[in-house]
């Protein structure tokens, strides 16, 4: 008697099944069997099934990094090219030593910006390093230099800081550290062109004032608590206007010439 009744049951839900299967294909003015029923009930589930395979799929295809990193070219522009805020700096390209330090910097305190810091509290060392490797590896166009506001003899000053330093005040000149090419020497040491003179202004001036660090030594602070407000602004007006060589990347320190050495001591060339 039991069996009967499950019988029963099972057939009157087949049953069911294939009255509304019947219905959907009377709307498109079908007529079917009972056995057809069944065939297109076991067809739309067969169709569920793929559709879910589908949809996992994309959700795996969209977990990637490039996904994750969207946060990021919200405000540093796609690719990480910087957007026409002249405020948030270019990333793409940067050294990936250099991109892992900053984040970190942020994470722990060194660096103050709320949004960043937000975004990176929860992150350990090597998902940082995951996401300095991807920005390093990319390199879309540069937009162009900035046109400059400063006088003559502002961008001069700047010109003579950047590339000769000052002797007097033991200030080194920026090239000694940041290359030549002024594009930087990887792993840790950034390129200072392409950037928005706001930016410069902003990193030199939070050095100077303390509230930007880096791993001690720190260089760049002895450096820039050294400049006068005047110097900021000459050196970031100059750099945000130079024209960018045809090869942007950074070099290799092991590609700098044989005496390359910095001028003063730097926590930051290690990881």
Not at 249 to 269: Q, W, Y
Request: proline fraction near 6%; hydrophobic fraction near 40%; include cysteine.
């Amino acid at each position: 008697m039991m069996m009967e009744q499950r019988r029963y049951a099972a057939d009157s839900v087949l049953v069911g099944q294939s009255e509304r299967a019947r219905n959907v294909a009377s709307r498109f003015g079908l007529q079917i069997g009972l056995g057809f029923g069944l065939s297109l009930i076991l067809l739309m589930g067969l169709i569920t099934d793929v559709s879910k395979q589908a949809y996992a799929q994309t959700l795996v295809a969209a977990d990637s990094l490039q996904q994750r990193v969207k946060a990021c070219v919200a405000c540093h522009g796609q690719e990480g090219r910087a957007t026409t805020d002249g405020f948030y700096p270019r990333i793409a390209g940067k050294p990936a030593g250099y991109l892992f330090n900053q984040l970190r910097h942020f994470r722990d305190g060194k660096r103050v910006y709320p949004m960043m810091t937000y975004m990176v509290t929860h992150m350990n060392d090597a998902y940082l390093q995951e996401i300095a490797d991807y920005f390093a590896d990319l390199n879309p166009p540069y937009a162009a230099p900035q046109t400059s506001q400063a006088n003559p003899a502002e961008m001069e000053r700047g010109r003579i800081l950047v590339k000769d330093g000052d002797a007097s005040r033991k200030l080194p000149a920026c090239i000694a550290c940041h290359g030549d090419k002024m594009t930087g020497i990887a792993p840790f040491i950034p390129g200072l062109l392409g950037l928005p003179r706001d930016y410069l202004v902003a990193q030199l001036g939070a050095w100077k004032t303390g509230s930007r660090h880096a791993a001690s030594p720190d260089c760049m602070q002895t450096v820039a608590q050294q400049l006068e407000a005047s110097d900021i602004a000459a050196v970031s007006a100059w750099l945000a206007a130079q024209t960018l060589p045809a090869d942007t990347k950074a070099i290799k320190v092991t590609e700098a010439s044989k005496d390359f050495s910095l001028p003063i001591a730097c926590g930051s060339m290690k990881p």
